[in-house]
């Protein structure tokens, strides 16, 4: 990887080294697209969690020729489960081991977050990272954009792409400071490892539903760590980050009461941080002349629906199709923002809605709630509990590039 005075132009310019920044990068070296990644870190990777690479976001591993090693890395979980807070007792059960192939053309993974960026960095050419670049601001100009480093370096691009996450340089330049909202949930994150999968962890993705707040459970390291998201209603505010340290016992006192099984797995962890929650409305566009944004600069979402990262790759894979098109740069991003635009509002609005039925606090509104759980669950258990077939069933890789007029 390349420290030195970028100076060269290119194609596109990628700012931001996380899972979008490479899942693009992987695209675009697929077509044959220059490129070059700019990341502000001295080094590459990617905290220690978990996350869930649902069906829609492996047809677009596989497409990449990923999906070997994300087999390798992954988990396959047997169901998706809500369990009650305090009993255990189940309130939905969604197959997905056995099922997620036959009805969504790819299965369902459980991965370390870091074993998926190693993943995706190993599609891209090295020497066309540039480590250690922080973008200040990003500058229009009529033959593209020019990226203005801290260090007073530029670098000049037929396209800027923004992927530098929700604290995004590009974003500020382009459309201001924007001002995030507290949601009023604490979010912990912690990795617990196993040298044999204990029994009171399952092989499923597992919600665990209480009032005003959740935990979820699940595999990744190939069974050999559990994940744990547990999230919280506070009045305390905490930084939109994830990286501030909290502690074991922080975590028992703050779910002190839940099920045993919680309890046990808590007991374990050793490391543990946490955040506050901030939400952000959709954006009506997200590109200024040769300039766009993508993944979490684009769209910030609650973690509810489980597909931050699975919307980064996405919209990676779907504008690297777009500037493969003979057509301006300005016509392509108005096809890419086409594209995934409206489907990203969506799942961005739903993620929020999901965050007031996971935590019904009235016992009247748990009961309706559930028992619309088992109505819906005994229909058709994939269109019941979390509600995500949707989510799922779309394909990246097979959805036609809409045209520049339907913008």
């Known amino acids: 990887m390349s420290s030195a005075r970028p100076s060269s132009d290119c194609r596109v310019a990628i700012v931001g080294g996380g899972i979008g920044g490479l899942a693009l990068a ?18 590459l990777g990617e905290i220690g969690a978990g996350v869930q690479m649902t069906p829609n976001a492996v047809k677009v591993i596989r497409a990449l020729g990923l999906l070997d090693g994300l087999k390798q890395v992954g988990f396959l979980p047997d169901s998706l489960i809500g369990r009650n807070w305090r009993s255990g007792k189940t309130l939905f059960r969604t197959p997905l081991r056995n099922a997620c192939e036959q009805l969504y053309g790819a ?17 891209v050419q090295q020497e066309r990272i540039t480590l250690g670049k922080a973008c200040q601001s990003v500058e229009q100009r009529a033959d593209g954009g020019v990226i203005h480093f801290t260090d007073g370096d530029s670098f000049r691009a037929d396209l800027v792409v923004g992927a530098d996450g929700i604290h995004s340089a590009v974003r500020n330049s382009l459309f201001g400071a924007q001002q995030a909202r507290f949601t009023g949930h604490m ?48 009045r305390d505010w905490v930084e939109e ?30 490391t543990t941080f946490k955040w506050g929650l901030f939400d952000r409305d959709p954006m009506d566009r997200w590109s200024v002349g040769n300039v766009t944004l993508l993944g979490d600069a684009a769209h910030p979402m609650l973690p509810f629906l489980s597909q931050g990262a699975a919307m980064a790759i996405e919209d990676g894979y779907e504008l690297a199709r777009a500037l493969a098109a003979p057509v301006p740069v300005s016509d392509a991003l108005q096809v890419y923002e086409a594209s995934r635009r409206p489907r990203t509002r969506q799942v961005q609005l739903e993620s929020r809605e999901r965050g007031r039925t996971y935590h019904l606090a009235s016992p009247l509104e748990q009961i309706m709630r559930d028992v619309s759980y088992k109505v819906r669950n005994f229909i058709n258990p994939h269109k019941g509990g979390i509600k995500a077939n949707w989510v799922y069933e779309y394909d990246a890789t097979a959805v036609p590039a809409a045209t520049a007029s339907a913008a």
Not at 26 to 43: D, N, P, V
Not at 107 to 123: I, K, Q, T, W
Not at 243 to 268: M, T, V, Y
């Open 241 to 270: 980050s994830w990286n501030l340290p909290s502690s074991r016992d922080e975590l028992l006192a703050a779910f002190h009461g839940w099920h045993p099984n919680i309890q046990k797995l808590f007991q374990r962890v050793d």
């Open 107 to 123: 299965s369902f993974f459980h991965v370390h977050r870091a074993d998926l960026h190693e993943l995706l960095l190993s599609g």
């Open 26 to 43: 992987c695209a675009l070296e697929q077509r044959g697209i220059g490129y070059r990644l700019f990341e502000r870190s001295a080094r």
């Open 187 to 234: 979010c912990w994150r912690a990795v617990v490892p196993f040298d044999v999968m204990p029994d009171f962890v399952s092989p499923d993705s597992s919600f665990w539903m209480g009032p005003k707040g959740h935990v979820v459970t699940y595999y990744v390291k190939g069974g050999k760590a559990v994940n744990i998201v547990a999230v919280l209603e506070s």
